[in-house]
């Protein structure tokens, strides 16, 4: 009965605003266009050990600086690499960080912040305490902080930034969960003898996941931007390409960026639209499914 009752709960949100659309078309073409962009995209990046392209290592495939042409993209960078293939290689890196990071944030972040909402008391007081602490912390210094001194692999990098999204989706499941606890599916539940474990997994937690998904997609593509903007900082990922190493290595000399603008200009269109697209996408869900941002 209580699980009947979570569920009808769980779209309720949606339902209310209905206009007599579906979802998918109250979400819009512009959602399904970024969703097909971060299809392809990861896709590209999944699969480039077996895509026809140049090894991103092999120099001399073009031209010093070539300009894009047939047969090579992107053009060529200052030691003749394919742009293109760094470009999709880049994307490897980048977007592990990014989904790495997020899913620290929502593992870590959402469980504090549900059992924060639900149990309250003193547990919740210490939980926000240390929710508010990470938020005063600057962001970057507790990056840079932590890949200097634990390393600059891909696991330590995105962990830096997954503890930065730690508080931010703590704090939005607290939110809801504070919400959602007060419902009469929850109460429903209590009365029935329903377990704590069985209420939050089965009635919160269904409640809960959606405008969470939503800040999600927000927080990966904040992390793809800060992977670029620690590259930048000589301090992201040591071994390996990503797109933020990708554009400082083409920008570091500015008689090359003068020279081969092409060489940084398209790994930079590739994050541009990556970033836009989670957050429009992100942004969308949030405006369907009504998840307030006023808690961030």
Known sequence: MAETTAHDIAVEA?????????????????????????????????????LPIADPNETAVGGRLEGPRSG???????TGRDVFS?????????????????????????????LSGYFRGRFDSIV????????????????????TLLGRTVFWVALSLGILA?????????????VFAERDFVTAARVLGASHRRI???????????PMSALALLGMGIAVVAEGTLAFLGISVEDGLS??????????????????????????GVVFLTVLSLN???????????AKELVL
Do not use: C, M
């Open 243 to 268: 797109w933020g190493k990708q554009i400082f290595l083409a920008a570091s000399r500015r008689s090359e960026l003068q020279d081969g603008p092409h060489a940084a200009f398209f790994p930079i």
């Open 86 to 114: 760094l470009t999709i290689w880049g994307a490897r890196i980048s977007l592990l960080v990014g989904f790495i990071a997020i899913l620290v944030g929502f593992l870590v972040g959402g469980t504090l912040g549900i």
């Open 166 to 178: 730690i508080a931010p989706v703590g704090r939005l499941a607290r939110a809801q969960t504070l």
């Open 14 to 50: 949606p339902a209310e605003a209905d206009t007599g659309q579906s979802v998918s078309s109250r979400l819009g073409l512009g959602f399904w266009l970024s969703v097909v962009w971060l299809i392809i995209v990861a896709g590209l990046a999944l699969l480039a050990p077996w």
């Open 200 to 210: 939050i997994v089965h009635e919160l937690l269904p409640n809960v996941v959606i």
């Open 280 to 290: 429009y996408a992100g942004d969308r869900l949030r405006e369907v499914f009504d």
């Open 72 to 78: 090579l993209w992107f053009g060529s960078d200052a």
């Open 128 to 147: 926000s305490f240390i929710f508010v602490t990470l938020l005063s912390f600057p962001a970057l210094i507790l990056a840079i902080l932590i890949t």
